[in-house]
């Protein structure tokens, strides 16, 4: 059983912080022991906390990203997780070539858990300004995720 999941997109303060929030609260409620971190394929906001908009967003729906910190993914990452989900194709990419050659996590889209969505991509707020939109598209994904788990 996936045990150790990482949620990945360009700079860890929209989109990988609110997957995350919103599945660790979501696996709580069932009951799952997860392990559940994010990161950033960039580095420019290492150590900042989740972008202020979208925190208030999640906060609207219950979700609480206060304690998260931005951090850039790492080649140990590769090996500490079992999956590792990325945000949208071109982070999947960057992702595929960071990978070492013995990493053994799987890597995947977040949105292959809502197929019937039609998009490969959790469009990025902190440009979309869309966080509700994009709040949206994560919790069905983190649906699919935790009922696939």
């Given at each position: 059983?996936?045990?150790?999941i990482l949620?990945?997109?360009?700079?860890?303060?929209?989109?990988s912080?609110?997957?995350?929030?919103?599945?660790?609260?979501?696996a709580?409620?069932?009951?799952?022991?997860?392990?559940?971190d994010?990161a950033?394929?960039?580095?420019?906001?290492?150590?900042?906390p989740?972008?202020?908009?979208?925190?208030?967003?999640?906060?609207?729906?219950?979700?609480?990203?206060?304690?998260?910190?931005?951090?850039?993914?790492?080649?140990?990452?590769?090996?500490?997780?079992?999956?590792?989900?990325?945000?949208?194709?071109?982070?999947?990419?960057?992702?595929q070539?960071?990978?070492?050659a013995?990493?053994?996590a799987q890597?995947?889209?977040?949105?292959?858990?809502?197929?019937?969505?039609?998009?490969?991509?959790?469009?990025?707020?902190?440009?979309?300004?869309?966080?509700?939109?994009?709040?949206d598209?994560?919790?069905?994904?983190?649906?699919?995720?935790?009922?696939?788990?």
């Amino acid at each position: 059983m996936t045990k150790a999941i990482l949620f990945v997109c360009l700079g860890n303060i929209c989109r990988s912080p609110s997957a995350e929030g919103v599945v660790r609260q979501m696996a709580q409620a069932q009951g799952l022991d997860l392990r559940l971190d994010s990161a950033g394929t960039g580095d420019w906001h290492a150590g900042e906390p989740p972008y202020a908009p979208m925190q208030r967003a999640a906060a609207a729906r219950g979700f609480d990203l206060s304690q998260q910190r931005a951090r850039m993914v790492t080649p140990d990452d590769f090996d500490r997780f079992d999956l590792i989900l990325a945000m949208d194709p071109d982070n999947l990419r960057h992702l595929q070539q960071m990978r070492p050659a013995q990493g053994g996590a799987q890597l995947r889209l977040f949105t292959d858990y809502a197929p019937h969505k039609g998009t490969d991509v959790v469009p990025d707020p902190y440009y979309t300004r869309d966080f509700d939109g994009t709040l949206d598209l994560i919790e069905t994904c983190a649906k699919g995720l935790l009922a696939q788990l």
